[in-house]
């Protein structure tokens, strides 16, 4: 039942009260008039379904980068655990290295609007400076190619970092939301005008509610969708699934 009312929050109350507070206010003011509601609908749908969209988008390049993620880093764990110049001590403590990347990497994307990378960065450092240390040690031709693979990893925990910082434009997300609240004070007199106030309200009072409520359940989902890592929405990914020890 619960992933049916995740789409609620606070959001949805305010919304409808609005609603509610305009139907009583237009039948006991009489207040009707018949317009055009194309521009309205324009004003909230395209910028509704522009950011959701791009919030699915989101999701899939992060999605699409995890995976780069954990292929890169599984990659560099299996070079040096098979790399016969190395002593069990030290495949021990690169296999920590790496597994210490792994959890900060998701322990960085769970913290949402925390956009500090410094425990990530001095973690991935950590790869150089055990070549650095074991270089007489590590032959060269694995240690280009856990160069190359560090590379790989590098790209994609920049590109998550990207996805986790940087949102859907707040200012096209004010707008929608600021239209959606404003849509009942439009919408309202004219449904009654073209019911006729010698209908039912009750009518009225579900057609209204309903389409408010569709407007800002489809803004909460696109809202939960835009940040796809705190696993409070049906559709976040499961960050469990890319560790590299999962």
């Known amino acids: 039942m619960n992933q049916y009312i995740t789409v609620i929050n606070q959001r949805t109350f305010i919304a409808l009260i609005i609603s509610f507070a305009t139907l009583f206010f ?6 009707n008039y018949n317009i055009d509601l194309t521009m309205i609908s324009i004003a909230i749908v395209f910028p509704l379904v522009f950011t959701i969209r791009s919030s699915f988008r989101r999701r899939e390049k992060a999605l699409e980068h995890l995976s780069q993620f954990r292929a890169a880093i599984k990659t560099v764990d299996y070079f040096f655990m098979t790399a016969e110049t190395l002593t069990d001590e030290k495949k021990q403590e690169i296999s920590i290295i790496l597994i210490e990347i792994s959890e900060n990497t998701i322990a960085h994307l769970s913290k949402n609007r925390d956009y ?5 960065d001095d973690a991935v450092n950590k790869v150089y400076l055990f070549i650095a240390e074991n270089t007489e040690i590590i032959p060269k031709r694995l240690k280009d190619k856990v160069i190359r693979f560090m590379n790989d990893l590098h790209e994609s ?3 998550l970092h990207a996805i986790h910082a940087h949102r859907t434009p707040i200012s096209l997300k004010a707008y929608c939301l600021i239209f959606i609240y404003i849509f009942p004070l439009i919408y309202t007199p004219t449904i009654i005008n073209r019911i006729g106030l010698e209908t039912t309200i009750w009518i009225t009072y579900f057609v209204v509610i309903l389409s408010e409520f569709i407007l800002i359940s489809l803004y909460n989902i696109q809202d939960d969708m835009e940040y796809p890592f705190d696993e409070k929405g049906l559709d976040d990914i499961n960050l469990s699934n890319f560790k590299i020890d999962r």
Do not use: Q, W
């Open 26 to 31: 237009a039948y006991r003011y009489n207040i």
């Open 116 to 120: 500090s990378t410094s425990n990530l």
């Open 157 to 159: 925990v920049e590109n």
